[in-house]
């Protein structure tokens, strides 16, 4: 490894692979995306035949371009070949499986080798070394153990980093706040959702969290606004970071925000990113937003090679004023299959979550409900008021009401019936938040 350049920031490096020069990083990338393509021709039969039916053969890669004669893989290729199908090693050399549940049928499997757990565990010491946590810090992992990814990865990543870490898993909130509080943690990990949730309930139960020693939030596995983050960062007084990654590809520990808060650094010597127009399949250059696909680098017992991940982004054109000069993609705040498509205006639940936290009296825990009316798609959304609103009433309702919908009509330019209701009336999540509430018949 070549020795660690002096970084720009004041937080503290960890892999001089963070600073490599684009041409040692495409090297080091070329060199890798051959051995893997090799790996995956020659262990899964499924890529040999999908390899041969486009007339593709790993020797020819001689370039990173050349990335662009392999064909895709989807989820599909994955359910389709469950459990084991797309594994590239036998099980004697695999020592860890995850699964993603999926919402229709059989869920998607992963695995890992001891060396697949040791990249992974790098890549999340560096998402927390660029969130500003070092070996000094106290890691609340709150993301849930188990099948999901979330909880393990940020587990050995913390470890991996030197942190403490306190494996309390989802869920049971007074608990979380007591050990914010008891056991002074600094870092706390879990999704951006659970995290609006903690802040109410502290505040329920007379806690202070700008009071606690809790400075930073690693927040990811699933879209969040920027307005998210100015409520949560407002009411909690720590910094909220971004942190991306899917089961398919490794578990958290694709790209994660650094301390300028401006888009996400792809660990781009692991995982190398394209992005392509979804409808065409072409890739996009740099700056142009479209569908991500990732091709695995160094995962030995599940390589992903050109995996469509439905995530739209983009890869920025210029480089980060943090010092890395690993490329960065733009916050994730919409998949290809969650658009909507409401009187002809292309909508996406994220433009919803923006408008309705402009508007000072309205919460971040919201609904969207989306249902048939005379044969085309139609949404309403539910929301609460603050308590202290609430407690105004009804006039006050009323003018709230009419408020919240010019900032939805303002922000998707159709207008969309709002509910604000009472406090405490929408579901909180522990994980991934259910926001959307799909009404319409499937048959
Ligand atoms: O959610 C892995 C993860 C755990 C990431 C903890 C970050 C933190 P899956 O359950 O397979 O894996 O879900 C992956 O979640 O394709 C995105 O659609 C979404 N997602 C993950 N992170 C973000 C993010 C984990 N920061 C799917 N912003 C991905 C927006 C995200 N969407």
Redesign the pocket.
Known sequence: MNAIRTPKTGFTPISANDYLSVSELKELQLKKLQYIVKHAYASVPFYQKRWEQADFHPDQITSLEDIQKIPFIMKTDLRDNYPFGLFATSMKDIVRLHA?SGTTGKPTVVAYTKGDVQVWSEVMARTFASCGLGPADIIQNA?GYGL???GL?AHYGSEELGATVIPVSGGNTDRQIMFLKDFGSTGLCCTPSYFTFIIERAKELGFDLQELPLRVGIF?????TEEMRQHMEKHSGIRAY???????II??GVASECEAQSGLHVFEDHFYPEIIDPETEKVLPDGERGELVLTTLSKYANPMIRYR???ITSIKKYTCSCGRTIRQIT??TS?SDDMLIIRGVNVFPSQIESALLKVPDITPHYQIVVFEKEGLDNLEVNVEATPAAFANKLDGMKTLQEETMHSVYTTLGIRVKVNVVAPNTIARSEGKAQRLIDQRNKS
């Open positions: 993603s993301y999901f990814t979330g990865g990811g596995a699933e879209p969040w971004d942190i991306y990654g899917l089961s398919e578990g958290p991940t439905r995530d916050r994730i998949r």
